[in-house]
């Protein structure tokens, strides 16, 4: 059948296959809250103004508040027929509290009105992801101060470079996090303005009062434009941005965890909980969680560059095209909130593994760069101290000893003004302990950086 609420100028009712393919109501259910919140303040500005009558704002108001009851209840079966979310609760309101309901929608077009609905739905669900992101910030924060004195290989091209603490290499992913949380705050400024009273395109010709709809809403401000606020997906395009960055960021801290679980690094051990076995392997326990996180970051990949592709062109303002930003950021959301769940209850539940950190960085010849820079403070220049330290290396590997076990005897055959202080510099201790400035993986620079972050933290 011809759908009640445009059918006036059809003279045939929709086909039954374009019907379903046009109807959004099977995703955008999940807005039904913030479309009804969107509703109630829209009637209570149309009451203020004297476009509804009091009693009129009452009974659409208890109307609306009954049908989400029906909703959260699961009473509610969806109708293809109606479309989607809007059309739906605006004929259950009508068949409930009758004439009256048609009169909601006067000055107001679902084209402002789902603009509204999804900022309204996006700007609760930044505020959850927000205060996740706090969580796995502080989970970072506290085990980088317990961990500031255990000591690891630092690595560049994933070969052990120099000593670091496993705390500062924790306070770097604390960073990366630290950003993607400002990064959604940013986001959050332009999410938060208030499209509704655009109407169609061009706005309407009713004295609305769009300033109290968005403070009753909770909007910064109404939107500049009627055009630009209803064909306007940039927020959401920025939203995916934020949450791929993120993403990006998750996969690197999955890969390193995968990397540190492997037996071949074995650097920490993660709980069973996070963890599952093979089926025909009786020995395994396979790091799927974050390899899993790594996985999914794929998708979030992809819906930004389905969201980029799906405005690209698009002529002002609301075409049919922006129905399909739903999926994409709804699934952007879910993703990003299910890979932030495991990785804020996982990171604290890290058990670093000391004694085989320590031995890595001890095998891999990680404090030549501190013989060079002893060398240079005994008068030799960087390039020569390179070279003397590289021969040293070159022979370490040879006889298969760290430089710290090479005799002051051996040493002294590369370079002359090595004396027995030397091995003061050679030891993982001396050489982290050696990087003591702000941003230095020094134990006290990561501690002190530890305290920098929790008060950043708490300050937000
Ligand atoms: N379901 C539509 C969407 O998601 C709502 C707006 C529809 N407006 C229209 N004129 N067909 O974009």
Redesign the pocket.
């Known amino acids: 059948h011809t759908n009640q609420s445009w059918g006036g100028r059809f003279s045939e009712p929709t086909d039954e296959f374009v019907a379903a393919f ?3 109501i099977s995703f ?1 259910q999940r807005l039904y809250h913030h479309d009804i919140r969107g509703s109630i303040a829209h009637a209570t500005m149309l009451a203020k103004v004297g476009v509804l009558s009091e009693q009129e704002r009452a009974t659409i108001v208890e109307g609306l508040e009954e049908i989400e009851a029906q909703i959260e209840r699961g009473e509610v079966e969806w109708s293809v027929a109606l ?4 059309m739906n609760v605006e004929a259950r309101l009508t068949d409930r509290i009758g004439a009256v309901g048609k009169k909601l929608h006067t000055g107001r ?3 402002d ?2 603009a509204t609905d999804i900022r309204l739905y996006l700007r609760d669900e930044i505020d959850f992801i927000d205060t996740e992101l706090s969580r796995l910030r502080h989970g970072m924060i506290e085990l980088a101060a317990k961990e500031a004195d255990t000591i690891m290989p630092g690595f560049t091209h994933l070969q052990a470079a120099q000593p670091v603490s496993f705390g500062h290499h924790l306070l770097a992913w604390q960073e990366m996090i630290a950003r993607d949380q400002e990064r959604l705050a940013d986001c959050r400024k332009r999410v938060n303005v208030l499209p509704l009273g655009a109407a ?1 395109l061009a706005g309407t010709t009713y004295p609305i009062d769009r300033h109290y709809v968005a403070e009753l809403l909770g909007f910064e401000r109404p939107s500049e434009n009627s055009l630009d606020s209803v064909s306007d997906r940039d927020f959401a395009i920025e939203f995916t941005a934020f949450a791929s960055i993120l993403a990006m960021h998750l996969s690197r801290m999955s890969e390193e965890l995968v990397l540190w679980t492997s037996s071949q690094f074995d650097f920490i051990d993660l709980p069973d909980r996070f963890c599952t076995g093979s089926s025909i392997m009786p020995q395994k326990k396979n790091p799927d969680v974050p390899e899993l996180v790594r996985g999914k970051t794929g998708r979030v990949y992809g819906h930004l560059t389905s969201l980029l592709t799906l405005m690209k062109s698009q002529p002002l303002a ?1 075409n ?1 095209d ?5 999926e994409p950021l709804f699934d952007t959301i879910d993703t990003i909130k299910g890979c932030l769940r495991a990785f804020a209850d996982m990171v604290p539940a890290i058990e670093p593994k000391r004694d085989n950190m320590l031995e890595a960085a001890r095998r891999g010849y990680s404090t030549a760069t501190d013989l060079a820079d002893y060398l240079v403070r005994k008068g030799v220049a960087f390039r020569d101290a390179h070279e003397v330290v590289g021969k040293s290396v070159a022979y370490g590997i040879e006889q298969r000893k760290d430089l710290s076990e090479l005799s002051l005897e051996t040493l002294r055959r590369f370079s002359t003004v090595i004396e027995a202080d030397v091995f003061e510099v050679l030891t993982l201790e001396g050489s982290v302990a050696a990087r003591n400035h702000i941003g230095g993986t020094a134990p006290d620079q990561v501690r002190a950086a530890a305290q920098r972050a929790r008060e950043a933290l708490a300050g937000r």
Do not use: L, M, V
């Open positions: 046009t109807a959004s955008d479309e989607d979310i809007h077009s679902r084209n009105q789902i169609a609301y049919k922006n129905q399909e930003d739903k």
